[in-house]
C-alpha cells in the first residue's frame, strides 16, 4: 500500500510555470513506475508523463512533451512534475498515480491515486 499527496497547484498566467510535487508514504517507493494524469472539467482523464522506477527512462503525451519534464526522488519518496510554457488547455486537477508493474507500461493501468491538485493557466 502507497498513500499520495499532491502539492503545488494553483493559478498561473498563461506562459507561466509550476512545479508540482507529489510524496508518497511507505518504504518501498523505488518498486512503483510513477506517473501524473490530468482531468479538464467535462473530460475524461488523460495521461500526462510517467517515470520508471529508477527514474531513467521518462514518457510523455505529445501534448506537454517540450513544455513538461517528470523526475523523481527515490530517498525523498518524491515524485515531481516541473510544468513550463503553461497554456490554458493545460487547466485541469493534475493527479499523481503509482504503478506496481516489472514491465515498463508508462499508459498502463495504475494502482494508487493521489486526491488531485488544481492548476488553472488564464489567458
Known amino acids: 500500500q502507497v498513500q499520495l499527496v499532491e502539492s503545488g497547484g494553483g493559478l498561473v498566467q498563461a506562459g507561466g510555470a509550476l512545479r508540482l510535487s507529489c510524496a508518497a508514504s511507505g518504504r518501498t517507493f523505488t518498486r512503483y513506475i510513477m506517473g501524473w494524469f490530468r482531468q479538464a472539467p467535462g473530460k475524461e482523464r488523460e495521461f500526462v508523463a510517467a517515470?520508471?522506477?529508477?527514474?531513467?527512462?521518462?514518457h510523455y503525451a505529445d501534448s506537454v512533451k517540450g513544455r513538461f519534464t517528470i523526475s523523481r526522488d527515490n530517498a525523498q519518496n518524491r515524485a515531481y512534475l516541473q510544468m513550463n510554457s503553461l497554456i490554458p488547455e493545460d487547466t485541469a486537477v493534475y493527479y499523481c498515480a503509482a504503478a506496481v508493474n516489472s514491465r515498463w507500461l508508462p499508459e498502463g493501468s495504475y494502482d494508487y491515486w493521489g486526491q488531485g491538485t488544481q492548476v488553472t493557466v488564464s489567458s
Open positions: 517515470i520508471s522506477w529508477s527514474g531513467s527512462v521518462t
